[in-house]
């Protein structure tokens, strides 16, 4: 079994996680946190084979590390693109018809969920780069307003979330715990 190679994972990190900074602005508190979380993530997955990455390791759940991974891509792209920055893209690993084909469809490339991921993380970065943290997006269907600083609150919370089921998945597959 092929692990998938440390080319594959951020080139702008190696080795560990640069920690956000603790006296800084607010932006930077938030964009270096989002980061590092981001990077949390990826570290937990980091040596694993594409079986493994597939493991649903914690039984009834759907959930593997390959499905968090495409999860974290499609919100990646929603939140960003879709709902702050108005980009008429399609949504990924989702379809009303089928709407957690995120986990339950881990059956494709392992390396082409991780250059999405990248990708849909560089084009979060450039929206971001580019507003100011009062800057607003509209949620689709209810049109309610949301700023950019609630975006990347919300994001880091949903990377923390998700961070800890990548805990529990990395353990159940080959007990390593840390990151």
Same mark, same amino acid.
């Given at each position: ?30 964009? *270096? ?5 981001? $990077? ?15 493991? $649903? ?12 991974? $495409? ?10 693109? &879709? ?12 379809? %009303? ?29 450039? &929206? ?6 009062? %800057? ?5 269907? *209810?049109?309610?307003?949301? *700023? ?21 998945? $990395?353990?159940? &597959? ?6």
């Amino acid at each position: 079994m092929d692990t998938i190679p440390e080319e594959n994972y951020s080139p702008k990190w190696s080795g560990d996680r640069p920690e956000a900074p603790r006296l800084a602005d607010e932006r930077e508190i938030l964009t *270096s946190t989002l980061d590092w979380h981001r $990077r949390t993530f990826e570290l937990k997955c980091q040596g694993l084979t594409p079986e493994q990455m597939a493991e $649903r390791a914690v039984g009834p759940s759907t959930m593997s590390l390959h499905g968090l991974l $495409r999860h974290l891509t499609g919100v990646e792209r929603w939140w960003f693109r &879709i709902q702050f920055a108005g980009e008429d893209v399609p949504m990924l690993y989702y379809s %009303d018809e089928r709407p957690e084909q995120d986990f339950e469809d881990t059956g494709g490339d392992v390396e082409a969920a991780w250059v999405a991921w990248h990708e849909e993380c560089e084009r979060s970065r450039a &929206i971001v780069a580019k507003a100011t943290l009062d %800057d607003t997006g509209r949620t689709h269907g *209810s049109g309610e307003p949301f *700023s950019l600083r609630w975006l990347l609150t919300h994001h880091i919370a949903e990377y923390a979330r998700h961070d800890g089921h990548a805990d529990l998945l $990395r353990e159940s &597959i080959d007990g390593k715990t840390g990151h």
